[in-house]
């Protein structure tokens, strides 16, 4: 798998990028990886820190004719939240429940958030679509989980 040139197959520790599934390559992260550590020097730093990384996925109402799918991380390091930053995760306050939605607060939130929107009336394979999305950014994000795939809560807030 060397067919994007060898300058860029590894990570910014010099550990290689690992494979994963060819879905992946359409993902908004699976080159911008490159330029961060790699999940195993980030679960590290995490543990060195004590801190339990965690991922909590839900659904939200945002608004009357729009629902999003909401990607909150808890307890991230700095590095791991240098990473969400480019791939869409904004500092926010963490959600309490499905009604309390958290509020950006970009230099202070406590939590990394992602909102993928859709209208309440869309097709319903676009928003299959979307949770097909939504599982492929969870099980390569579970890498840079101390926990893995464990850490990856569904329909549980992180302000709970
Ligand atoms: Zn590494």
Same mark, same amino acid.
């Given at each position: 798998?060397?067919?994007?040139?060898?300058?860029?197959?590894?990570?910014?520790?010099?550990? #290689?990028?690992?494979?994963?599934?060819?879905?992946?390559?359409?993902?908004?992260?699976?080159?911008?990886?490159?330029?961060?550590?790699?999940? *195993?020097?980030?679960?590290?730093?995490?543990?060195? *820190?004590?801190?339990?990384? +965690?991922?909590?996925?839900?659904?939200?109402?945002?608004?009357?004719?729009?629902?999003?799918?909401?990607?909150?991380?808890?307890?991230?390091?700095?590095?791991?939240?240098?990473?969400?930053?480019?791939?869409?995760?904004?500092? #926010?306050?963490? #959600?309490?429940?499905?009604?309390?939605?958290?509020?950006?607060?970009?230099?202070?939130?406590?939590?990394? +958030?992602?909102?993928?929107?859709?209208? #309440?009336?869309?097709?319903?394979? *676009?928003?299959?679509?979307?949770?097909? *999305?939504?599982?492929?950014?969870?099980?390569?994000?579970?890498?840079?989980?101390?926990?893995?795939?464990?850490?990856?809560?569904?329909?549980?807030?992180?302000?709970?």
């Amino acid at each position: 798998m060397d067919r994007l040139g060898s300058n860029i197959l590894s990570h910014r520790c010099g550990h #290689s990028l690992s494979d994963m599934p060819p879905a992946f390559e359409q993902h908004e992260a699976f080159l911008i990886r490159a330029a961060f550590p790699c999940p *195993h020097c980030l679960t590290e730093l995490a543990r060195r *820190h004590g801190l339990h990384t +965690r991922a909590y996925v839900n659904m939200q109402q945002l608004s009357p004719s729009m629902i999003a799918f909401v990607v909150e991380v808890a307890h991230a390091a700095d590095e791991l939240g240098d990473l969400l930053s480019v791939i869409g995760y904004g500092r #926010s306050t963490p #959600s309490q429940d499905e009604m309390t939605p958290g509020t950006q607060a970009p230099g202070e939130g406590t939590v990394w +958030r992602k909102e993928m929107w859709f209208a #309440s009336n869309t097709d319903t394979r *676009h928003v299959v679509a979307l949770v097909d *999305h939504i599982k492929l950014e969870m099980t390569w994000l579970s890498r840079y989980l101390p926990d893995g795939a464990v850490g990856v809560e569904f329909c549980k807030f992180p302000g709970e």
